[in-house]
Every structure is written in C-alpha cells, then in structure tokens.
C-alpha cells in the first residue's frame, strides 16, 4: 500500500520505519525542514516504563492550584480566562482519580514495556548510538509528596516494573552529587529506565527508514485530509496527493487535522519547557536521571551538556517563554545540581504537546477505513514512539498486533470516532 504519514516527529519517524519493514511504500509529510523540529526537539529524553506516567496523578490538581502564585510551579497560565482550558482540566482532573489513574498508568505501561524492548533491539540491530544512559530517580520532597505517589508505586508493583525506595541518606548515597541542603524525603530509583538523545535519535532513524525506501518530504504542510473511497486525499501547499492511507502522526497539529474531518478528540496543545547548559563541574554534575515529583521537572546529563525539562504552560498558543516556567527550570537545576552548571544562561526552548486527560494515546484506526492516528502521547512519546509505530503498523497491515491494543485506540472513546 502507499501510506502517508503526517509528521516527521519521533512518532512519525517510528510509524515509518515499521510500515516500510511491513512492506508498504512510505511517505512522511513535514512541515519544518528536518525531522524532529517540534516536540521531539525540546523532549527530555527520559524513556522507560517506571518514568513514564500520566502527567495528571491523584493529588497533582489540588497542588497546582496551591502553587498558584508562587513564582516557580510545575504549571504556568498565561490566560486564566478560557473556558475550552478549564473544560479540559475538569476532565484531566477526573483522570487523576485513584482507580482511573491506576487504569491509565497500566495502559501505558504496556505500550511502554513494549516500546522498550524494541527500542533495544533497534540500537542492537543498527548499531545506534543516542547517548544511552541506564538509571533514573524521581525524588519526594516531602512526606506529603511521598504519601501522594502510593497509587504509583503501587501500579508499578503490580505491572512487575522493578524499582526501589530509597530514603534519604541512600538516595544521597547512590547520587553523592545532589545538593545536601535540599530537603529530600524518599527517592524512587528505577535501574532498567534510562535516558538518552531523542531528536538524535530521531536523525538516525530517519537515515535507516531512507534506506529502507521511505520518502521524507520536508517543508510541506498538509491542510486537510479527505478520506474517499478506497483511499484518502491530502491537501498539501495547494495540491491533492493521494494515498491509499494515512497515519496522522502530526503531534500538537493532529486535533485540528481530526476535527477537519468530524472528529473531536479532547486534546488540548499544552506548551512543556526544556534548557540545555554546558556541564561546568562534572563531578558536581547528575549521573542517572533525576525527576523532581513536586515541580514535574526531570534533569538528565547528555555527553557534556545538562538538559532540563518539564513545566507545563496552558492557555497559551504562541512561543512566548514564560518567566515562571524559566523560574522553574533553574529553581530545580540550582535545588539538586547547583555547581554542574550556571542554569540561568541555559538555551531555553517550549514547544507543544499534544495532550489527552487519560495521558494516554491514541494509536490505530478511525472511523474511516483509510485513516490511522498515532497522537496524544503527551509529555511520554519519546518513551512511547517505537512501540506505537509498530502497533500502528500492524493495525494498518491488518496483521495482530504483538500487544492487547485494550485503551490504546479510539474505541474508548466510544464509536462515534472509530
Ligand atoms: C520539553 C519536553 C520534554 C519532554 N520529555 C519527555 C520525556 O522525558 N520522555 C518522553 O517519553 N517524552 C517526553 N516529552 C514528550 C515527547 O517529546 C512528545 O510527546 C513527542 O516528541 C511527541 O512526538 P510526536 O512525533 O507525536 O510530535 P512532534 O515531535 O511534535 O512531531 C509532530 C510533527 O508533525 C509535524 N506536523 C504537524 N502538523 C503538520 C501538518 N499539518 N503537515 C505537516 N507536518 C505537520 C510537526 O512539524 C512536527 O514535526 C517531552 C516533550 C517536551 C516538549
């Protein structure tokens, strides 16, 4: 078959890959010159199942909203003022229930596992090299903190992940470099996580799909989609390409590309900050990969440089930086690490994630028969990409998918979109 896939993100760059490996004739469509300009780009780089969680977890609303006006938080607002926000968030908040977070985080980390094992056999098979590093730590601050993750670390019990709790003194222990003026209540390490390079990743793969047959058109943005009779339409810089299907894999952009065709997902665009700094003091500098569980902020070493993400901006649709989330980036750098490196003259960057309240995706068929969807990954596609590509792959070639697709698809949204 020819198959389109929109967006040459690490979502779409993997959905390539595994239906060219299927045997279908692949071409991606991307708006920017090169592959991984958006979310990928700016993308933390943390990957396994343990780290990878629904971004809304029981108490993080309540928390949120508490930090309102500090001037560091691990959500800024730039418009308090929109209902289609606030319409999201009821919903997001609904997610965070208990049994419901407990629901999500199990989907996702099936997906996650999943996309784990094929990510190592991807860098085994072509020799990659993403600057891999095994080992991440999320840190409680507080009792309270650690009170309200139980629900987490129960799911990760019951899915078999492997990790441990630390207290203080061995968290300090395992990661001597952390600031001991900090307060620090327990740590959560996770051995089989690990870190790595996403956008040079991304890179790579593409390089290997190249190989493998599959077309990139950079620079070409597609405005609509039209599903026809045995096949779909595209409407493309003021020209109709045809395909006998497509997979919409266009991040942030793949709401309005739904919508065009009757579809409305609850996705809301939420902006996610990254700063990237030379490492000054290497001693002084992280060794595994450190996600602070109060500001929602994780910081990873990459070669010689310290990349800082997370900080979710809302009500927001242009790349503005917002000062609160800067406060935060650095606030976290100069809690844990603060001689690796003078994190206010970091590289800022935010870009938009798509996001679903569940911090689920979406990955397979719609109601119409030629079109797939592979998005609303959130703030975990990174961590996500190569096991829903395949998934998306398998659907589209109508072979049975190595993982139960249960929660993953458009049907739990019921059938007015499959
Ligand atoms: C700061 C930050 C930190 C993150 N940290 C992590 C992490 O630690 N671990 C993790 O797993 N995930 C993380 N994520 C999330 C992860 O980066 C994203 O979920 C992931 O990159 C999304 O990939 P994507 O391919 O779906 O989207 P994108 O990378 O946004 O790709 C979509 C592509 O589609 C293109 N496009 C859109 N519309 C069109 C159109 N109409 N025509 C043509 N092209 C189009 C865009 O130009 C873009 O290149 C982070 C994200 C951010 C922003």
Redesign the pocket.
Known sequence: MRVAV???????VCTAYYLAEAGHQVAV????GNV????????????GPAS?RPWFSPGTLGRILSMLYSPESPVAFSSRFQPAMWRWLRKAAGESRAERFRQNQQRLHRLASFSQELMQHLAQDHGLDFQQRSGAMTVFRTAKELDAAQPLLEALGEAGVRNELLDAEAARQLEPAMSADTPLQAALFMPDDWAGN?PLFVRQLRTIAQDRGVEFHFN????AVQPELGGVSMRVDGRHVDADAVVI?????SGR?LRGMGMQLPMYPVK???ASTAIQEYERAPQVALFDDCYRV?LTRLGKRLRI??CAELGSSNFDLHQKALNTLVKVGDDWFPNAANYRSANFWC?P??MLPEGVPLIGPTKYANVFVN?G?????????AGSGKLVADMLSGRRPEIDADGLTLARYGDRLR
């Open positions: 929109i967006g040459g993100g690490v979502v779409g469509i991307e708006r920017y991984a300009q958006e979310a990928s780009f700016g993308n933390l780089d943390l990957l990878l996403c070409c943005e597609v405005a894999a266009a991040g942030a952009d590309l996610v900050y990254s994780a993400a997370g870009g994630v798509a998005t990954h959130g703030a975990a596609a990174w961590g996500l990409a």
